[in-house]
């Protein structure tokens, strides 16, 4: 099966910029995930999507950033504006059976 | 909330050498547990899963770990490892019963030396 798709790979951007990432999970996956990993730690889970309802987002930046599910298949998650800190590669995974995750292969966002 | 330790952050092993990776993990509550794989330049994997039953879990790729709830850990091992094993390792963990995200620990950077 195909696995979770994100884009762009890989983006650079100024500060107080703003930015998009989009993820199409593995099909039939009613639960998506956006984490955010900085260099040399773990993921860090930002929101959490049930179909198309927020299920968990006590970890998401509200100021800055923002996330929505439409039609409970693709999603996209912003940063408006973006601040240095937010430099770290954001993760999209999707899940089927509430247990296991499976990970695409990322965004990398640099903000200089 | 919970958290998760990885006690090394950088191992460097011999090719055939044993490895044993260290997790502690800090939760109240029956948790799930999680070890997941990062090849260079890969997406993450999983390598293996503990929910209940067993305490010992085999995962692929020839590992292991071992759940021993007295002490809130999940380590991973192998018992020969192969240069193709270099890779990031992480822990995870998240409240049993349910879908909700993981929390995971800041990984071990395995290298492995021909």
């Known amino acids: 099966e195909a696995g979770v798709a994100q884009s762009p790979r890989y983006k650079i951007i100024e500060k107080r910029q703003s930015v998009a990432f989009w993820c199409n999970p593995i099909s039939g996956h009613a639960t998506l995930y956006w984490y955010q990993q900085i260099l040399g730690q773990g993921p860090k889970l930002l929101i959490q999507?049930?179909?198309?309802?927020?299920?968990?987002d006590s970890q998401l930046p509200k100021d800055r950033f923002s996330a929505e599910r439409l039609k409970g298949v693709d999603s996209t998650l912003k940063i408006q504006p973006a601040k240095l800190e937010d430099s770290a590669v954001y993760l999209c995974?999707?899940?089927?059976?509430?247990?296991?995750?499976?990970f695409g292969p990322g965004t990398r966002l640099t903000v200089t | 909330a919970q958290s998760v330790s990885q006690h090394n952050h950088h191992v460097i092993l011999s090719e055939a050498a044993s490895l044993e990776l260290g997790c502690n993990y800090s939760y109240g509550g029956t948790v799930n547990l999680f070890w997941y794989v990062q090849y260079p330049g890969q997406h993450l994997q999983l390598l293996l899963k503990?929910?209940?039953?067993?305490?010992l879990v085999k995962g692929i790729k020839g590992f292991e770990a071992e759940f021993i709830k007295s002490k809130f850990s999940f380590n991973l091992r192998k018992p020969s490892v192969q240069w193709s094993d270099t890779a990031e390792y992480f822990c995870?963990?998240?409240?049993?019963?349910?879908?909700?995200?993981?929390?995971f620990g800041k990984g071990t950077h395995l290298i492995i030396q021909p």
């Open positions: 999507f049930q179909n198309n309802g927020v299920v968990d």
């Open positions: 503990y929910f209940s039953g067993d305490p």
């Open positions: 995870a963990v998240n409240p049993g019963g349910g879908a909700d995200g993981l929390t």
């Open positions: 995974a999707s899940s089927h059976d509430l247990y296991e995750q499976y």
